[in-house]
T-cell receptor
Framework: DAEITQSPRHKITETGRQVTLACHQTWNHNNMFWYRQDLGHGLRLIHYSYGVQDTNKGEVSDGYSVSRSNTEDLPLTLESAASSQTSVYFC?????????????FGPGTRLTVL | GDSVTQMEGPVTLSEEAFLTINCTYTATGYPSLFWYVQYPGEGLQLLLKATKADDKGSNKGFEATYRKETTSFHLEKGSVQVSDSAVYFCALSVPSGTYKYIFGTGTRLKVLA
């Protein structure tokens, strides 16, 4: 069965360190997304990608970067981790253009920045 | 701008009670509307969706009707079970050249046996 996986599932790091969260999907979807989930804010979009070599900023992109070198993977990098980036991070993918279709979510990565 | 507003939680119900979770939206175009569910420790998964006015989405006993006149997409279930305990997110997507997929803040449902 197709799926979307994230690793690690839990991560503790220190302020100032670079951290990369992995996202891998086997749906063969063109669109991929990174969200963060915080109490009282729901899901907020960090970055998204229409396809290989394409990346775009979302509403909370400061301090984060992504790259898309193939269809299956969209790693999220925190360049210099800050305590404000403690959150649960979800990767998602979808198929059709225009983003009107269902999004398929990974299980999430809980990141703690000390 | 486009937005989704859903009722504050938590909502606590006894098993077999009737459930309504309110969701209203603001959108400039003709959105598709979604309900996602998040079980503890998991990612979100689609529960149901509706793509045009008066459509009814349904799944697992849950229903929601796309009401353009009231800009609403309320989630209902006639008889909840303990296994329905989860966080429910209303979302909309507006067709455009750029990303426009907006989630509500989520409503936590707790069902007691």
């Amino acid at each position: 069965d197709a799926e979307i996986t994230q690793s690690p599932r839990h991560k503790i790091t220190e302020t100032g360190r670079q951290v990369t969260l992995a996202c891998h999907q086997t749906w063969n979807h063109n669109n991929m997304f990174w969200y963060r989930q915080d109490l009282g804010h729901g899901l907020r979009l960090i970055h998204y990608s229409y396809g290989v070599q394409d990346t775009n900023k979302g509403e909370v992109s400061d301090g984060y970067s992504v790259s898309r070198s193939n269809t299956e993977d969209l790693p999220l990098t925190l360049e210099s981790a800050a305590s404000s980036q403690t959150s649960v991070y979800f990767c998602a993918s979808s198929d059709r253009e225009g983003f009107t279709d269902t999004q398929y979510f990974g299980p999430g990565t809980r990141l703690t920045v000390l | 701008g486009d937005s989704v507003t859903q009722m504050e939680g938590p909502v606590t119900l006894s098993e077999e009670a009737f459930l309504t979770i309110n969701c209203t939206y603001t959108a400039t175009g003709y959105p598709s509307l979604f309900w996602y569910v998040q079980y503890p420790g998991e990612g979100l998964q689609l529960l149901l969706k509706a793509t045009k006015a008066d459509d009814k989405g349904s799944n697992k006993g849950f229903e929601a009707t796309y009401r353009k006149e009231t800009t609403s997409f309320h989630l209902e279930k006639g008889s909840v079970q303990v296994s329905d305990s989860a966080v429910y997110f209303c979302a909309l997507s507006v067709p455009s050249g750029t990303y426009k997929y907006i989630f509500g803040t989520g409503t936590r449902l707790k069902v007691l046996a």
